[in-house]
């Protein structure tokens, strides 16, 4: 969307991007809420919800919003958290209103097991243990349960997802793990037996889908498949929404992210992909530096010129940076004005973005695949797999429609995306050769990189058996795109 506003003397151009799904599912831009203080003000929940529309966040998960993680409904009207935070359930449903005003869905957050010691302490038939017969726990806070059928866990888990979205009217439930245990042992029927971890997952997370989607019909559930764990068993699940992973080392560089995006679409084909990358440049105690932003541009663009799309941005102005999203960074109005052109460009161009269909720059693109290649008077390295020091380049056939995406990875030394960094080195007229028979038509581009915010046309020219296009500049991440 363009708007231009004239005077006698000037002239103010404005850009945005806007984009109808039937379900949220379908194209998400999954944002986050974790502040629900008692002394926020109406005035700036409106603000915080209003920044969040203007990145076109569709769904939106409350994060730690409840009393505690076995009994999500508190029976006050103000309560404490497990870790000490003061809760208002009058600033949740605030929240929660403001994102159906604004088109986005309300996912609670609740963990499919793990509870507070009081309770692990009065059901201990229904705990996770060690080979010593040790009650399993995350940091002496969170005790696990067995949450297979066997176990009474599963039904009063799941009647408290009942309950959150009985009472507050959310749209659905993020379901969190912790990523362990693999193996465990279990009491729940009485005598000790193994729990095989990756095996329980897939059953829970339909029944939880089928229950939320039987109170909600327009909503939907997300599972965390922490670091894609497990993620071969989600073909065995149909209902929930999407396909989520929190991203932890091993996958530390920007051909891990493009994998994990490749890996989930084809698994699940029919879920979108997202994932949570959390940008530690952006911490709260770490000292801020122009290359956070670097860090920001690369990491969000290698996921959605994967296919996928990045949690990272909620609460306002404001970028997640670890697992516990009350440590969140605040971005300065720079900052947020680049990350919101590279939401704009994500809306903007999300019909030439989705991750289905195969990648083809692996076969198309270079000097050994002969199909299109790259030339620059500064010598370069470039095609499919994103290596550091190299255009990073992407190919897909969308219709009658061909698809390029260029990440300019050129100067970095490595290829850690969760690391703040210095810009790569711009390119300027890079020229594009595309081989085939029939010339090329209605060729345009664009980029997050610059403040034009529309697709402008892609100069070239059509040879005999070959054409010819010209990129006028690759900052961090460009697209172009033709009609053959």
């Known amino acids: 969307m363009r708007a231009t506003a004239r005077s006698d ?10 984009d109808v799904a039937a379900h949220w599912s379908r194209v998400p831009r999954y944002g986050f809420l974790s502040d629900f203080s008692e002394e926020e003000s109406e005035e700036e929940s409106v603000r915080r919800l209003d920044d969040m529309l203007r990145l076109h966040l569709n769904a939106v998960q409350f994060y730690d919003w409840m009393p505690n993680h076995y009994e999500l ?90 309950a959150a979205i009985a009472a507050f009217s959310f749209d659905g439930i993020h379901i969190d793990q ?37 109170q909600r019909p327009d909503g939907g559930c997300v599972f965390n498949c922490v670091n894609a764990w497990p993620l071969e068993r989600m073909a065995e699940v149909n209902r929930d929404a999407a396909t989520y992973i929190e991203v932890w080392e091993p996958h530390t560089g920007y051909r891990d992210l493009y994998e994990l995006v490749r890996r989930s679409r ?72 680049v990350v ?32 299109i290649t790259l030339r620059h008077r500064a010598p370069c390295v470039y095609g499919a797999g994103a290596q550091r020091d190299s255009i990073w380049t992407t190919l897909r056939r969308i219709g009658d429609r061909w698809v390029l995406q260029l990440v300019n990875l050129r100067g970095l030394q490595d290829d850690r995306w969760n690391a703040a960094r210095s810009a790569p080195e711009p390119l300027e007229d890079v020229e594009i050769t595309v081989r085939g028979l029939a010339p090329i038509e209605d060729a345009v581009w ?28 690759l900052d961090t991440w460009a697209l172009l795109s033709w009609r053959r």
């Open 9 to 18: 003397s000037e002239e103010a151009i404005a850009t945005t991007a806007f």
């Open 73 to 162: 409904v508190a029976p006050t009207a103000e309560y404490v958290d497990t870790l000490g935070r003061r809760l208002s359930a009058a600033v949740v449903r605030r929240k929660i209103e403001l994102c159906r005003e604004r088109g986005m869905a309300a996912l609670a957050y609740g963990a499919l097991y793990g509870a507070e010691k009081p309770f692990a302490d009065a059901h201990r038939e229904w705990l996770l243990y060690d080979e010593e017969h040790r009650p399993l726990n995350l940091a002496g806070l969170y005790f696990l349960q067995d949450f297979s059928t066997s176990s009474g866990w599963r039904q009063w888990i799941l009647q408290q997802y009942d």
């Open 178 to 214: 912790y990523g362990f245990p693999k193996h465990a042992l279990s009491r729940a029927t009485g005598t000790w037996r193994s729990f095989e971890t990756e095996r329980e997952f897939p059953g829970f997370v339909e029944e939880a889908s089928a229950r939320v989607l039987a």
């Open 266 to 337: 084809a698994l699940r084909p029919d879920k979108a992909t997202i994932l949570a990358a959390y940008l530690r440049p952006f911490h709260p105690e770490t000292a801020r530096t122009p290359e956070a932003l670097s860090a920001f541009r690369l990491t969000f663009a290698a996921i959605v010129a994967s296919g996928g799309s990045q949690l990272v941005a909620g609460e306002g102005r404001r970028l997640l940076t670890e697992a516990y999203y009350p440590r969140y960074g605040a971005l300065s109005d720079n900052e947020f004005a």
């Open 340 to 371: 919101r052109r590279y939401f704009d460009f994500a809306v903007r161009n999300a019909g030439l973005l989705g991750g289905e269909g195969p990648d083809l720059a692996w076969t198309h693109i270079g000097p050994t695949n002969d199909v």
């Open 446 to 473: 664009d980029t997050p990189d610059d403040e034009t915010g529309t697709w402008r046309e892609a100069r070239g020219k059509n040879a005999r058996g070959e054409s010819h296009l010209c990129l006028p500049r």
